[in-house]
């Protein structure tokens, strides 16, 4: 067997003190994440506030009214028949217990009784929640309880609660309640998946270990910036799907290449510095592309999409450190008993350093055929990515909420029975006397406009804070508050009606705000930042390659392959989404278009990932060229002997991605499908196929650095040199 050598690069160095140091390394990696998760919990994490100001115009009224008063949060009661109308004795004891169970209710003021609707089989019990309209979901539990006491007490009524605080708190718990199912099915899935690709429970368990505690340990770091940056609601489940996804990645990336040494001949300590050395490097080359990539939403502007820069950051961050130092040091521990524990009949079968028969016919026939090979790949990629020209954003409401919640239940009766009341838009004046003789004949030229329009409907009411300088006038839209009638509804509010009315009153401000301008205003925000992200990712992306692999077209490639991977998930979500082709399958019920949240946040994550497989992937074929192999012969044993951990990798992500596919929120589906389509087809057909095909038609121009680029630093470091021959050491590869 070779002895150990030692290797300069900075994953190499961390390798070699973690395993000289295991005790150090892996009893401070345990305390490490035992305090964070400690403090988080000490210190709690704060939310992103769902009552902000946002960005535009909106966000300016948001502002004038927090100023002008302090409104409650406003809660409505439906009460519905079928058969019974209002002024029936029946009907109208059903609302006087509704007003009386719920004035008795904790927190519960200003109870009234509201509109009839039209065919006199719906009314409406509205009442407000006490204190502070940010935190009203901490009070609203005794309201809800009562309503709920309310329809047990009239089975022959439809009795439900809706208002911005009870949806939240629905959405709140769904969330909760999805994360809690994604973190049950993904761990043993996972762990399933593990012990499939190495056969043993020892090897299996560490990079879940790793990748769990990585998570917990991200849990809790990010509850001390949450207090400065506070976090989305969602962030929790990206954490755990990132988390899982590289944390997974880099194990297996240094667990395989550790074994796949043994095998060859290398001894204990010459086997994990090889790893360490080169998939090491891999892994710290990822990590920071992945981060980069994640940094780039800190420019959105919006402070959840920073919140999920952070906690992306903060778990890739932790896992890679974990990777580099606790994965040696537990290593050079455990030896050659990582095998231990073997599952009968999963053990592997695979020779040649993991090398597979399908993956070696796929690549032995792509590099006979690059040309074609590529040709055929880089179409079928266009073609999967077609439909992303047509996508729609969809922006989440009640209407794309799990019908199965109550909220969601009473939303949708409410909107039938009193169109655009459930989800009203907002005008807000602001002028030195709202009472003046001026203001109020604007105001009332603003309500015959706007019913003239077809678009608003009654009851349009006005409310004027103490000073009468503020007032704040409801209009019920046309549309659920999140389609294409309530943004049409709102234009026709912001370019036609208010600035020929209230606007044009000397001395006044005015302006629309609500849940349907709040999110116009966000998505076009979104919009306008995009292409900074995009620009800001790409950029940084390619820095990183260029100075990792010395090769300014490796670098380019990179790039490309990863925007096919990206658009290829696009067209797919289109698909599945917004033309309803996966409906029935994934059980949901908008198929307007796709969450907002979700191509920016693909694009960061995806380009990210993607560039795991790559890095690792090219680094082998480098490593394989720098020892003398011939160009091709560098391609087709890069490929094949990473086939087996990438495609092991690849089949973990799309397992965990897939269960957030089958969760009840529609921005989960969304979120898994993507990602677990962009997986699949990145370790498939981009790095199964084009990949070997474009670097064969290339061949050593791949390598290509200009002259005036030279100076850039050299990180490769040493590479192990060539095993001699040795007796095989009975390990799995």
Do not use: C
Request: proline share 5%.
């Amino acid at each position: 067997m070779t002895r150990a050598r030692h290797h300069s690069n900075l994953a190499a160095r961390m390798g070699r003190w973690s395993a000289a140091h295991w005790k150090t390394a892996t009893f401070g990696w345990l305390a490490l994440v035992v305090a964070a998760f400690a403090v988080g919990g000490i210190v709690g994490t704060r939310t992103v506030d769902p009552n902000a100001s946002g960005p535009g115009e909106s966000g300016s009224m948001n502002r004038i009214l927090d100023a002008g008063f302090k409104q409650p949060a406003g809660e409505s009661v439906l009460i519905q028949s079928r058969t019974i109308r209002a002024g029936s004795p029946a009907f109208d004891a059903a609302v006087r217990d509704v007003v009386a169970r719920v004035s008795k209710a904790q927190a519960v003021r200003n109870v009234r009784t509201g509109e009839v609707s039209k065919d006199g089989r719906s009314a409406l019990v509205e009442f407000d929640i006490s204190g502070d309209k940010t935190t009203a979901g901490d009070r609203i539990d005794p309201a809800l309880k009562t309503v709920a006491a309310a329809q047990k007490a009239h089975p022959a009524f439809f009795i439900g609660e809706f208002g911005e605080t009870s949806a939240a708190k629905a959405v709140d718990t769904a969330f909760a309640n999805d994360l809690a199912s994604a973190g049950a099915i993904s761990v043993p899935l996972t762990l399933l998946i593990l012990v499939v690709a190495f056969g043993a429970l020892v090897a299996a368990g560490i990079p879940l270990l790793l990748a769990l505690t990585a998570v917990f340990a991200t849990f809790g770091l990010i509850a001390l910036p949450s207090h400065v940056l506070p976090i989305a609601q969602e962030a929790p489940a990206v954490v755990l799907l990132v988390g899982l996804a590289v944390g997974v990645d880099y194990s297996m990336f240094y667990l395989r290449r550790e074994r796949e040494e043994r095998a060859a001949g290398r001894s204990e300590r010459a086997a994990l510095e090889a790893a360490a050395a080169t998939s090491g490097r891999s892994v710290l080359i990822s990590g920071l592309t992945v981060m980069v990539a994640m940094a780039g939403m800190f420019l959105t502007g919006d402070a959840g999409f920073a919140s999920f820069g952070l906690a992306t950051m903060v778990v890739v961050a932790v896992a890679m450190l974990g990777s580099l130092t606790v994965l040696p040091a537990l290593l050079s521990k455990l030896g050659d008993r990582v095998d231990r524990l073997r599952v009968p009949l999963v053990g592997r079968r695979r020779g040649n350093g993991g090398e597979g028969r399908v993956w070696s016919a796929v690549v032995d026939r792509v590099l006979r055929r690059p040309l074609l090979s590529a040709v055929v790949a880089g179409g079928l990629l266009v073609a999967l990515a077609a439909p992303a020209l047509q996508m729609r954003m969809a922006t989440p409401g009640p209407d794309t909420f799990p019908k199965s919640l109550d909220a969601v239940k009473t939303y949708d009766r409410m909107q039938q029975a009193f169109p655009g009341t459930a989800l009203p838009a907002s005008v807000v004046v602001s002028a030195p006397n709202v009472k003046s003789p001026a203001v109020r004949g604007a105001i009332a030229d603003f309500r015959r406009k706007a019913l003239a329009t077809g678009r608003i409907f009654e009851p349009i009411t006005v409310t004027t804070n103490a000073d009468a300088t503020v007032a704040d006038i409801s209009v019920p839209i046309a549309g659920t508050g999140t389609d294409a009638a309530s943004n049409a509804s709102l234009a026709v509010l912001r370019d036609e009606v208010v600035p020929t009315t209230i606007g044009a009153v000397p001395n006044a401000e005015a302006g629309v705000t609500g849940l349907t301008a709040a999110w116009k205003d966000q998505q076009d925000q979104m919009s306008s930042k995009l292409p900074l992200v995009v620009g800001f990712v790409l950029v940084f992306a390619f820095g990183l390659m260029l100075v990792a692999f010395r090769s300014i077209v490796v670098a380019i490639k990179a790039i490309v392959l990863n925007l096919l991977s990206v658009a290829a998930a696009y067209g797919l979500l289109v698909l599945v989404f917004q033309d309803g082709v996966g409906k029935g399958l994934l059980g949901f019920g908008s198929t307007a278009g796709i969450d907002p949240v979700v191509p920016m946040l693909l694009f960061v994550i995806l380009f990210g990932l993607s560039m795991d497989y790559h890095v690792f992937i090219v680094s082998r074929i480098r490593e394989s060229f720098q020892r003398g192999a011939s160009m091709d012969d560098a391609i087709s044993e890069g490929i094949k002997s990473t086939a087996g951990v990438v495609t092991s990798a690849a089949i973990v992500m799309v397992g965990v991605f897939s269960i957030f596919a089958t969760l009840s929120m529609l921005m989960f589906k969304q979120f898994g499908v993507g990602l677990a389509a962009a997986i699949l087809i990145d370790a498939t057909l981009v790095r199964g196929v084009l990949l070997p095909a474009t670097m064969k038609l290339l061949g050593e121009r791949n390598w290509y650095l200009p002259r005036w680029l030279e100076w850039l630093p050299h990180i490769e470091g040493e590479e192990p040199p060539p095993a001699p021959e040795a007796p095989a050491v009975p390990v799995s590869a």
